[in-house]
């Protein structure tokens, strides 16, 4: 009889595979058995997982919701049997990531991270299009918006916002726009990270509540039962240290 785990990795197993078939033949049992377990998973959480048909295999919502948890749970597992292999190690190799172009404002944070782990090489691609992380070989990539590659586990890293901003000194010599129309009467640009020079006083904030559109900083990289160590090393040093929103 499968124990929980058991049951789990034949549901993430199936649900990457599509088929109880492959699946059966990947952890060395019979398709019936896989079947089995992921009905009893189903009966005991109270929900179906997958829809099933003789032609085709598909994810429910819960089921894409569970898979990514369970995605977690063994990425977990998998990283504390890679911590005691890896404790003595010095990490090493290239690490291919992908940026937006306006991710060249992070440089400074991956500059430190260079700079920590000198013996991580950094392979960096800038780009906008949407990137196919797990074909074209990405370790980690970072990327706005909702995610929808179930191949991928990601983390959050800030939130962004839009901000019309101005110098105190061009205000005092055009005035204060005080709504969206006023702007056509004054000269704009587009600009994108600006935070540090509203703290600082260089620039100042306008029409903020008629701004509503915002969105999310995410670092993605492929779901795996083994996480590389630099590239666990690359997201835990994002999280700590980039300040976003």
């Given at each position: 009889?499968?124990?929980?785990?058991?049951?789990?990795?034949?549901?993430?197993?199936?649900?990457?595979?599509?088929?109880?078939?492959?699946?059966?033949?990947?952890?060395?049992?019979?398709?019936?058995?896989?079947?089995?377990?992921?009905?009893?998973?189903?009966?005991?959480?109270?929900?179906?997982?997958?829809?099933?048909?003789?032609?085709?295999?598909?994810?429910?919502?819960?089921?894409?919701?569970?898979?990514?948890?369970c995605r977690r749970?063994?990425?977990?597992?998998?990283?504390?049997?890679?911590?005691?292999?890896?404790?003595?190690?010095?990490?090493?190799?290239?690490?291919?990531?992908?940026?937006?172009?306006?991710?060249?404002?992070?440089?400074?944070?991956?500059?430190?991270?260079?700079?920590?782990?000198?013996?991580?090489?950094?392979?960096?691609?800038?780009?906008?299009?949407?990137?196919?992380?797990?074909?074209?070989?990405f370790d980690a990539?970072?990327?706005?918006?909702?995610?929808?590659?179930?191949?991928?586990?990601?983390?959050?890293?800030?939130?962004?916002?839009?901000?019309?901003?101005?110098?105190?000194?061009?205000?005092?010599?055009?005035?204060t726009p005080l709504?969206?129309?006023?702007?056509?009467?004054?000269?704009?640009?587009?600009?994108?990270?600006?935070?540090?020079?509203?703290?600082?006083?260089?620039?100042?904030?306008?029409?903020?509540?008629?701004?509503?559109?915002?969105?999310?900083?995410?670092?993605?990289?492929?779901?795996?039962?083994?996480?590389?160590?630099?590239?666990?090393?690359?997201?835990?040093?994002?999280?700590?240290?980039?300040?976003?929103?």
């Amino acid at each position: 009889m499968m124990d929980r785990l058991g049951a789990l990795n034949a549901f993430m197993r199936a649900a990457e595979t599509c088929s109880f078939v492959a699946t059966g033949r990947d952890l060395g049992i019979s398709a019936s058995a896989v079947g089995k377990a992921i009905a009893r998973l189903e009966e005991r959480l109270g929900v179906r997982l997958l829809h099933r048909s003789t032609r085709s295999m598909t994810l429910t919502a819960e089921g894409t919701t569970f898979l990514d948890h369970c995605r977690r749970i063994f990425d977990e597992v998998d990283a504390a049997e890679a911590m005691l292999f890896q404790a003595s190690d010095k990490p090493s190799g290239v690490l291919r990531v992908s940026l937006p172009i306006a991710g060249m404002l992070l440089m400074p944070v991956i500059a430190a991270f260079m700079k920590t782990w000198p013996d991580i090489r950094m392979d960096i691609d800038f780009t906008d299009r949407m990137v196919a992380v797990i074909e074209e070989g990405f370790d980690a990539v970072i990327r706005t918006g909702e995610i929808a590659d179930t191949r991928l586990m990601h983390r959050k890293l800030g939130v962004f916002r839009h901000r019309i901003v101005a110098s105190p000194a061009y205000l005092a010599q055009h005035g204060t726009p005080l709504t969206p129309e006023d702007l056509l009467d004054h000269a704009c640009l587009p600009p994108f990270a600006v935070n540090r020079k509203i703290e600082a006083g260089t620039l100042v904030p306008l029409l903020d509540d008629m701004l509503i559109d915002a969105g999310s900083f995410r670092v993605l990289w492929p779901a795996s039962r083994y996480l590389p160590h630099k590239t666990r090393l690359f997201i835990d040093f994002l999280t700590e240290h980039l300040v976003l929103g």
